[in-house]
T-cell receptor
Framework: ETGVTQSPTHLIKTRGQQVTLRCSSQ?????VSWYQQALGQGPQFIFQ???????GRGNFPPRFSGLQFPNYSSELNVNALELDDSALYLC???????????FGPGTRLTVL | AQSVSQHNHHVILSEAASLELGCNYS??????LFWYVQYPGQHLQLLLK??????LVKGIKGFEAEFIKSKFSFNLRKPSVQWSDTAEYFCAANSLGGGADGLTFGKGTHLIIQP
């Protein structure tokens, strides 16, 4: 196992609601990336945070937003949930200059 | 646009058979390449990575991959598979230097090893 933890493990929401997912990075890592993995697909890059700022983003709408805290933990917020947001959300931590990402177990989000 | 494609979505092999999973990438510039594995009920784990140098890279659990620049390929191989290799395998890439560039993943190959 990596030292990356995510909470909650599972979550059920209804369409239109908002959700917050949390991630604690591995000790010594200062960069957190978030990915969405739909059923039967590979993970898709949402965004990356470094030094508490978003410094890279994939093809996701603005209703996907995030935060990184001084201890390098991170949150992913999704507003106005849609049915297609149902997926496994993965957090990965890394160190700038060390191009290897370590993944957490994920949060399974179901939108009804 | 950057993309990674995996040729086989489902592969079924018998124990001791040889394995090769295909991966092709489309990226502007120089890339870093990775293979990740996801065992049932577990998180994504890095099998091996290629940044530069020897195009034949060895990873954990007896896996290896060969980077062929002219073919834009990074195929995963194992000479003799075991039942415990049953898992989902993902090829991934990002730009040299990484930085703010997230990983682009293929759709994955579901590998089933029959005893």
């Amino acid at each position: 196992e990596t030292g990356v933890t995510q909470s909650p493990t599972h979550l059920i929401k209804t369409r239109g609601q908002q959700v917050t997912l949390r991630c604690s990075s591995q000790s010594g890592h200062n960069t957190v990336s978030w990915y969405q993995q739909a059923l039967g697909q590979g993970p898709q890059f949402i965004f990356q945070y470094y030094r508490e700022e978003e410094n890279g983003r994939g093809n996701f709408p603005p209703r996907f937003s995030g935060l990184q805290f001084p201890n390098y933990s991170s949150e992913l917020n999704v507003n106005a949930l849609e049915l297609d947001d149902s997926a496994l959300y993965l957090c990965a931590s890394s160190s700038q200059g060390l191009n290897e990402q370590f993944f957490g177990p994920g949060t399974r989000l179901t939108v009804l | 646009a950057q993309s990674v494609s995996q040729h086989n979505h489902h592969v079924i092999l018998s124990e001791a058979a040889s394995l090769e999973l295909g991966c092709n990438y489309s990226y502007g510039g120089t890339v870093n390449l990775f293979w990740y594995v996801q065992y049932p009920g577990q998180h994504l784990q890095l099998l091996l990575k290629y940044f530069s140098g020897d195009p034949l890279v060895k990873g954990i659990k007896g896996f290896e991959a060969e980077f062929i620049k002219s073919k834009f390929s990074f195929n995963l191989r194992k000479p003799s598979v075991q039942w415990s290799d049953t898992a989902e395998y993902f090829c991934a890439a990002n730009s040299l230097g990484g930085g703010a560039d997230g990983l682009t993943f293929g759709k994955g190959t579901h590998l089933i090893i029959q005893p």
